[in-house]
């Protein structure tokens, strides 16, 4: 690591000046940070978990749920809708629960047993408690990206072959939000970088970029594309609470997982830190995610699976009065797969950046799935955040219990969505097949391949 970029880190905890003898970072404070693969680790958990406390146990396994009922919930379209909610009701104990009283009402099922997940959790843990288990499941739902990569990296090695995700095609128009207002290039900080797409394209557009992550082994397989495709970007493993960096030090951030804090107060403190590292006139990108999110991408695979046939036009239909893109949306606290799915309007955006940041814009994007802000650092903050641990945090018995009886009836439940959707793949493959076979036949095989779909499920 050059000495120039260790001038531009410090102690994410006490802020002091960093030293290097090349493997590690160290603190006059006592703190020391590893460098590996030229990665510094620089995480700095907000506390200590008590992973054998039974409330933690109780709030870790529902969060593994949480995970896993997005991840079967996602192909709740039809053919196969009605058929795996009969079933549902037929196999689960308690037919006549409020919960499954609403689930035969709602489209959005998944949404509404989140929330009901999101209820208990915070019933059970501190927000710094939440934080940490966020940060652990976070680790669990990326092993397959990480692993993804690492065989692309295999094929790169073995026979140059380029991931097509990294190829660049022109600027997005969170690109183009940025490139408005910093023409010219500049120093910018990615925080959520991943494996390290969306920095590769920062910098393609002439940005010197630093990338930083939670997960460790995210920032090793991205450390390795930059090494493999000759790429500058600096990575680091580190927790946007805690930002290693100087004071001023940036011209731009970009920030993808502002929804995903799990309290208001700890949103403050990661805007606190941005303004910090951020010059004065510098500006912030910050990027969420809107109420009806998961309607949406309903909607989008809707299409994606089944074309423009006219017996999806009805579900189509449905959706759309259940999920108006274009309409006003609501704020929303809950989980998506296992993490924070904190959703909000271009208003309430606005109004919660406004301790930090002077709001230059927030909108609507064309991808309807988000909402995106630019703001810059005010000169004089409307609040002093510092980040403040909870006072212990005690639950009821009774609590505990009861999340424990809603997770056992949630594994239940997910057991079920998992054989669905292990034959909504089957389906989804012979369709294809059809389509293959009569892809030049008219609309009556179409109908007939259809049909054939609907009376298997």
């Known amino acids: 690591m050059s000495d120039d970029l260790v001038k531009d880190l410090v ?9 290097s003898d090349g493997s590690v970072l160290s603190c006059a404070c006592g703190r020391n940070f590893p460098i590996k693969n030229n990665v510094p680790q620089m995480n700095v958990m907000e506390i200590e ?14 969060l593994s749920l949480s995970y896993q009922l997005a991840t079967n919930s996602a192909w709740m379209i ?3 809708r009605k058929r795996a909610r009969v079933d549902i009701r037929k196999r ?5 629960s409020p919960i499954l009283s609403r689930l035969k009402r709602e489209w959005n099922f998944e949404h509404t047993l989140q929330k009901e997940i999101t209820t208990l959790v915070d019933k059970l843990v501190s927000p710094e408690e939440l934080s940490v288990l966020f940060t652990l499941q976070w680790k669990d739902n990326l092993t397959r990206l990480a692993n993804k990569n690492r065989d692309e990296q295999a094929e790169y090695k073995k026979n140059g072959e380029y991931p097509s995700r990294f190829a660049y095609q022109g600027p997005t128009e969170r690109e183009e939000m940025i490139k408005k207002h910093l023409p010219n290039g500049g120093t910018l900080l990615y925080i959520g970088c991943g494996t390290g797409r969306e920095c590769l394209r920062y910098e393609h557009l002439g940005y010197d970029v630093f990338g930083i992550d939670t997960e460790a082994g995210l920032v090793d397989v991205m450390s ?8 500058k970007t600096k990575i680091f493993q580190m927790n946007a609470m805690a930002l290693g960096f100087k004071p001023g030090l940036f011209d731009a951030a970009v920030v993808e997982i502002y929804g995903s804090s799990p ?41 994606r699976d089944y074309g423009a046939h006219p017996n999806v036009k009805k579900t189509a239909q449905l959706l759309i009065e259940q999920a108006p893109m274009q309409a006003e949306d609501e704020d929303n606290n809950n989980l998506r797969y296992g993490v924070a799915k904190n959703s909000y309007t271009p208003a309430s955006l606005s109004q919660e950046m ?8 927030c909108k609507r994007m064309q991808d309807l799935r988000y909402i995106c802000a630019v703001g810059q650092p005010l000169s004089k903050p409307k609040r ?5 641990k909870s006072a212990s945090f005690e639950t009821e018995k009774s609590t505990i219990e009861a999340a424990k009886q809603f997770a056992k009836w949630l594994e239940g439940l997910v057991g079920i969505l998992k054989e669905h959707a292990e034959n909504e793949l089957i389906y989804m493959e012979e369709l294809k097949a059809l389509k293959e076979k009569h892809q030049e036949g008219s609309g009556e095989l179409e109908d007939k391949a259809w049909t054939y779909l609907t009376e298997k499920a």
């Open 11 to 19: 102690c994410p905890v006490c802020s002091a000046p960093l030293v």
């Open 49 to 62: 978990l008590d992973e054998a406390s039974e409330r933690v146990g109780c709030a870790k396994t529902l």
């Open 78 to 80: 039809p053919p196969m």
């Open 92 to 96: 689960l104990n308690n037919p006549a």
């Open 224 to 231: 390795d594309w930059c090494q493999m495709l000759g790429k």
């Open 263 to 303: 309290s208001f107060a700890q949103r403050l403190v990661m805007q606190s830190q941005l303004a910090k590292v951020l010059k004065l006139n510098g500006v912030v990108l910050v990027s969420v995610g809107r109420n009806r999110y998961t309607q949406y991408m309903q909607l989008q695979n809707l299409y």
């Open 354 to 361: 406004s301790s930090y940041f002077d709001v230059i814009s």
């Open 384 to 388: 002093d955040m510092a980040p403040k």
